[in-house]
């Protein structure tokens, strides 16, 4: 894997003067993506944070050739670029190995995005996708998802007399992946660059379709203050809320640990979408959500150690 | 080379001949047969193409606009639902100027859901800017689709185009089709024009940004720009046109006129129809009666002065729509005519619309007799005692 000093020496291919939030997530996902690939690359992007607020015309973040069409289909439009260059590479008039990634939100991921990602995937054109996922639509102001966690407030799950929050937990959309037979599928964060660096250089590695989903804290979303996106995303993993794993040809890998399992409040306490779950008459709704977190996360362990 | 081929194979052949990098494409009837006929050529090794099976015919037009993006020569093919289901992705291949080619059969937009010819779904798309070439037969639809691809990727263009057939009617006919041979088409197809890329813009270490967000200070200046494509379209698509008839012996403009000189009645009519209603004319003038047919090739770009001068001085004109606009007014195709002919200072003919053929309702001889009787009878009279009439259908 790089070190930290060789990271540090490769020529940026995410740049700033982008327009995301500052402590956004999804910057320092993509930063972190593009450094960890060496060889050539091109960006596919769904409509979304990264995209609206990178490429505002006629400016651009990306040092590398990128594309973007429309919201649920960056699958399907990177498929159609991967295509090509398969066709030209057949034909003898490109040379370069070069490395498709995508990024999309978890909306243009998990739900609207969700038929395309499949397409793509069980055809398997050779690409990475990286969701980073804010868990809601941030982009159109902060609707919930089906990776918004249960009982958080959104837009359209507000907490109100009656309802306290969204009423469902996300989506497993990790197991979904691993069931199409990709090589690799993994979770991880930015606030621990060596998990998520060593995961995009593993999944670059396989010839097929590979899936990273990257938790991506959203400091107007969730919201918490712009000073600790890392430490936030961290506090998620030793939670294990968001636990960092990885399946390589179906065999699942624990890549992170925790010394000491921290209850769910310890990540809900510094996010004001979850100030509701915290009051004494939703403690069984806590409980209820601390439950889950807890009996995914033996499932995990379990799978991981089978 | 006379060969007997129905239009979808006809669609599928000029496809193989002009070989694209890349097709991706989704099943749907009428279209299917492109599809699978193409997968032979796959199979077989015959082409170049990589061949993308989407799951959806919005992955299709995805995955087109992706290779295109990506500077190669891109391909589909689909009908009705599957347009439908496009046209989000219609417009952003046109506003990204990607010369992409689709062989499009006709087919009726559900509810209720049908399989047979209408012309709701291109027309559907006529704002998206797409070129539309319709075909009267499927040797029109196989030299359509070739002449649509140095259309789509002429310098000055640089926009999306689609050649038609009806549902049925062409796709699963078997017609005699002139097909030229392979090394024919790729000399007129020609390597495509260089266009900005992704891959070139890899290879040459200049990365670019396609799709980026383009907000109040741009977005017009870029619509204005694909909309001088579509303008310059107009110039190209006679030029082609021409360069095909000179070339291969069968020349194409945006419409031909049939019996027109000194016809008082004058139907327009798209598509396969245009066959029949030669028929009819040609028993009408045996008559004695002046009639006439406009078959228009071109509905995108819409060639309004070459119109409103073919029409001049005709004294009525009907409209034949073989798609409903629900407009409370007239079928599409209407409006348009009649706005071409708004500026005319004299000679403006009297216009009346027919909305035949919904669905794949079967267009028969007398049905195109009865309305060339009415326009007859306006040309007479002078006078226009109703703007829309619906034949063929049972109220």
Redesign the interface.
């Known amino acids: 894997m790089a070190t930290l000093k060789q990271l540090a020496k490769r020529e940026e291919r995410f740049v700033s003067g982008h327009r995301l939030c500052p402590g956004c997530g999804a910057g320092l996902i993509a930063r972190m993506v593009m450094l960890a690939i060496e060889k ?1 690359v ?1 960006v ?2 769904a409509t979304g944070c990264l ?2 607020a990178s ?4 400016y ?1 973040s ?9 919201f ?2 960056v ?14 590479k ?2 003898g008039k ?1 040379d ?1 190995d ?1 490395v498709f990634v995508a990024f999309g939100g978890d909306g243009g991921t998990y739900d609207i995005g969700l ?2 990602l ?2 793509a995937a ?2 398997g054109h050779k690409m990475l996708y990286v969701c980073y996922n804010n868990q809601a639509y941030m982009n159109t102001g902060v609707q919930r998802s089906s990776a918004t966690s249960k009982g958080a407030h959104t837009s359209t799950s507000p907490v109100g007399k009656a309802i306290p929050g969204k009423g469902q937990f996300p989506k497993d959309l990790a197991s979904i992946m691993v069931a199409h037979n990709i090589p690799y599928v993994a979770t991880s964060i930015p606030g621990r660059w060596n998990d998520l660096v060593n995961k995009v250089e593993k999944a670059v590695s396989f010839n097929g379709f590979t899936f990273i989903d990257v938790l991506s804290p959203c400091r107007l979303g969730w919201p918490h203050e712009p000073s600790i996106t890392m430490e936030i995303a961290r506090l998620a993993a030793e939670t294990c809320i968001w636990p960092l794993y990885e399946v390589v040809e179906g065999k699942y890998r624990l890549t992170f640990r925790p010394k000491e399992k921290k209850p769910i409040t310890e990540w809900f306490k510094l996010q004001r979408r979850f100030a509701h779950l915290l009051k004494p008459e939703n403690q069984p709704l806590l409980e209820e959500i601390q439950k889950e977190v807890d009996t995914k996360w033996e499932a995990l362990l379990k799978k991981c150690e089978g | 080379m006379k060969l007997a081929r129905t239009g979808n194979e006809a669609f599928a052949e000029a496809m193989r001949q002009i070989n694209p ?2 097709v ?1 494409a989704y099943p749907i009837t009428p279209a299917t047969e492109i599809v699978q006929i193409f997968s032979q050529f796959v199979a077989d090794g015959i082409v ?3 061949f ?5 015919e ?3 037009m ?11 020569r ?1 391909m589909t093919g689909t009908s009705s639902q599957g347009a439908a289901l496009m046209w ?2 219609l417009y ?1 291949a046109a506003g ?1 100027r990607l010369p992409i080619v689709m062989a499009l059969v006709n087919r009726a937009l559900s509810a209720p859901i049908n399989i047979h010819c209408d012309h709701s779904d291109s027309i559907g798309a006529r704002d998206s800017g797409w070129i539309q070439l319709f075909s009267e037969n499927v040797q029109e639809a196989y030299d359509n689709l070739i002449q649509a691809v140095r259309i789509a990727e002429h310098p000055s263009v640089k926009l999306p185009a689609m050649a038609t057939t009806d549902g049925f009617i062409l796709s699963h006919c078997l017609e005699t089709l002139e097909m030229l041979s392979d090394e024919d088409v790729q000399k007129f197809i020609g390597e495509a024009p260089e266009r900005p890329n ?2 070139k ?3 040459e270490k200049k ?9 109040q200070d ?1 977005y017009f200046e870029h619509r204005r720009q694909a909309a001088e494509g579509m303008f310059n379209a107009k110039k190209v698509i006679p030029e082609i046109g021409k360069e095909f008839g000179k070339t291969f012996g069968r020349e194409y403009g945006f419409f031909e006129e049939y019996k027109m000189d000194d016809a008082e009645a004058v139907a327009i009519i798209m598509g396969s129809t245009v066959g029949t209603a030669k028929d009819v004319v040609d028993v009408m003038r045996g008559e004695g009666k002046k009639v006439g047919l406009l078959k228009l090739r071109v509905y995108r770009p819409f060639p309004a002065n070459e119109l409103a001068a073919a029409l001049k001085g005709k004294k009525a004109v009907g409209i034949m729509d073989r798609a409903d606009g629900m407009s409370a007014f007239t079928g599409p195709v209407y409006p348009d005519i009649c706005a071409a002919l708004y500026d005319l200072p004299d000679g403006r003919p009297i216009l009346q619309d027919y909305i035949y053929g919904l669905g794949g309702r079967d267009v028969t001889k007398e049905d195109i007799r009865y309305i060339f009787e009415e326009i007859l009878k306006t040309a007479k009279t002078g006078q226009k005692d109703y703007t829309l009439k619906y034949v063929g259908v049972r109220e």
């Open positions: 050539p091109i596919g992007n995209e609206v490429t505002i015309f006629p651009s990306w040092n590398v050739p990128w594309v973007h069409s429309a649920e289909n699958s399907a439009s990177l498929s159609g670029v991967e295509a090509a260059y398969r066709s030209l057949k034909q490109i370069e070069v038929q395309s499949s397409g069980e055809r | 990098d890349v991706a170049k193409t990589e993308v099976l989407v799951e959806s919005h992955s299709a995805s995955a087109c606009i992706g290779a295109s993006a990506a500077g190669v891109a989000e992705m952003i990204l992704l891959i813009s890899l290879k990365p670019i940004t396609i799709g980026a967000l383009d907000l741009y």
